[in-house]
Structures are given as C-alpha cells and as structure tokens.
C-alpha cells in the first residue's frame, strides 16, 4: 500500500511539475527567488518524500483500523489521525523546518532587546528569537511563530532585518508575537484535528456506501484499489474546506494585526504593507471570489485602512 501511496504520489507530481517549473520562472522573472534550479529541486524531492512520510502513516491509521474494527473503525482512526495532527504540528519546528533552513539566534543589541520587550508587554515568555536563512531561498519578507508549548518558537527572516527599519521589523514580530499570546497555533491544530475527526468520519459513510463501492470498483478500505479513492476524496475535502478554512484564518490575522497596533508603530505597519506588497507583486485589492476562497489574510488595502 506504501508503494502504490508512493506511485500515485509521483504521478501527481510529474503531473503538476511543468506548472510547478513555470510558476518558479515567475518566481525568478520577477525577481521574488534567487534560487538555483537544483536547489529548487532538492526542495521538491523533500516536499515530496515528506508528503509520503505524511500519506503513509495516515494510511496504514485508516486501513489499519478498518481491518481490525470492521464497525467502529472511523471513530477509533479518526481519533488517532487527530492525534497524529497535535504530534505533526509540535514536532514541526524541530523536525521540519531544519530540513528547509538553518536557524541562528538574534545577536544581543537593540532590536533584540525591543523584541523581548514586546513579548513582555503582550505577556508572552520568550526565551529566544531565531533568524531563518530565508534569502538563499525567497526574496520575500516575514516573520512566523510554528509549534506550542515546548516547541514554540518565533521566527523572523534574515531579510526582514537586513532591509527594513526596526520599526518595521518590530510591527512584524508584534504580530507574531499577538498569535502567540492567544495561542493561535494551538488553537489551529486543535481546529484540524476536530476537522480531521469528522473528515474520517464523512470517509467511513462515504466508503460504506454501496454505491460507492460499485461505481469505484472498491471493495472496502482493505482493498490497495482504495489508495487512489482515499487520496482523491481528501484533495477534494481540502479544496471544498478551504472557505471555512480561510475565514477562519482571516479573523486570527485581523485579531493580531490589532494587537500589534497597540504596542507598535501604525505608520510602520502602513510601510510595511505596502513594501511586503511591492516585493511579492501581490494584488491589494484581490477578486472577492479569490479572497474568500483562497485569501488567508486581510487584503492589504483592508490591512492599511485598519493602520490607518
């Protein structure tokens, strides 16, 4: 079953590789990555091996369960994917983020010191700010804070810092640092893995169905056939979730662009804005359709109007 996993998967990724290498020729056309072709390669064999690490395990869950616990196998295995989602969002600063970048710690000076600050005054325990190799890989500018509880960590680009003001950089990390002060990283994975629980659940109704199985040619969840089916319902589970998804997703982000308001520069937030938006060659006003279903933020004019 790994192997077929492993077949469909890079099927899927030859598939969409011409489209993948020409979204990196605009990448590179408009000067948003200085990244070599065969470093952009690595990267992809590494998404790839990870998506399969990722499929694998959620797959041998769900068949897994299915053959041991013919009547309650979507309980028990959506229980235990949602666990696998708290374990993969903890592990991941540690695990996979160094796959991709190396970390340093932010050298002792001001912007440091003004940093922890900000993390004090929004009550925020942070023992150390990391820097994040990014340039080698994007010319873009951001800032982020992954994992929770032990593995918590706020991360800011090496260059955000080599090319904006403090302020700017400081109106960045208030923002991140907001998303750790409400625990948003936590309350996300908690969010997927309740979404996760139910989506295996909407699985097991879909996969009992007779008519399922007849038009599929599957027999049951124990069938290698039903490889293909489980990965084909879940690309379109996550395309159809993603409006709830993003709105969701909208609302932390306005919540923390709020929060930093109060303890930074709203005229930097101003500035930042519009430099994030010139380097990334983003729309500040998207279509209404493409925001609510792929926007994950508030637009940048919404983002400026609300500094303002």
């Known amino acids: ?29 408009y000067g948003l990555t200085e990244q070599t072709l065969a470093d952009w390669s690595i990267d992809l064999a590494k998404n790839y091996l990870l998506g399969l690490a990722v499929t694998s395990i959620a797959l041998l869950v769900l068949v897994g369960c299915a053959r041991r616990w013919r009547t309650w196998w979507p309980a028990i295995a959506g229980g235990a994917c949602a666990g696998l989602v708290l374990a993969g969002s903890y592990v991941y600063p540690v695990l996979v983020e160094p796959l991709f970048n190396d970390f340093s710690s932010m050298p002792d000076g001001d912007t440091r010191s003004q940093i922890l600050a900000l993390a004090d005054d929004q009550g925020v325990a942070v023992d150390d700010v990391l820097i994040a190799d990014a340039s080698r890989r994007t010319t873009t500018l951001n800032a982020y804070v992954s994992g929770f509880g032990d593995t918590r960590r706020v991360v800011v680009y090496d260059n955000l810092i080599e090319s904006q003001p403090e302020d700017q950089v400081l109106s960045v990390v208030a923002h991140e640092l907001a998303h750790a002060k409400h625990d948003d990283v936590l309350v996300g994975t908690g969010l997927g893995a309740f979404a996760t629980l139910i989506g295996v659940g909407l699985l097991g109704l879909i ?73 990334a060659v983003c729309d500040p006003t998207p279509p209404a359709w493409s925001q609510f279903w792929f926007g994950s933020h508030p637009t940048v004019l919404e983002r400026v109007t609300i500094a303002g």
């Open 207 to 279: 996969a009992s169905s007779a008519r399922v199985r007849r038009r599929s040619g599957v027999g049951g969840l124990d069938d290698p056939r039903s490889v293909a089916l489980v990965l084909g319902l879940m690309t379109v589970a996550t395309l159809l979730a993603s409006p709830v998804q993003n709105t969701i997703s909208r609302h932390v982000e306005l919540r923390a662009d709020l929060d930093a308001l109060r303890v930074s520069s709203p005229e930097a937030m101003v500035d930042l804005q519009r430099d994030l938006c010139l380097r």
């Open 1 to 29: 079953m790994i192997g077929l996993s492993a077949v469909i998967l890079l099927i899927g990724q030859v598939a969409t590789l011409p489209f993948s290498l020409a979204l990196r020729q605009r990448r590179v056309d």
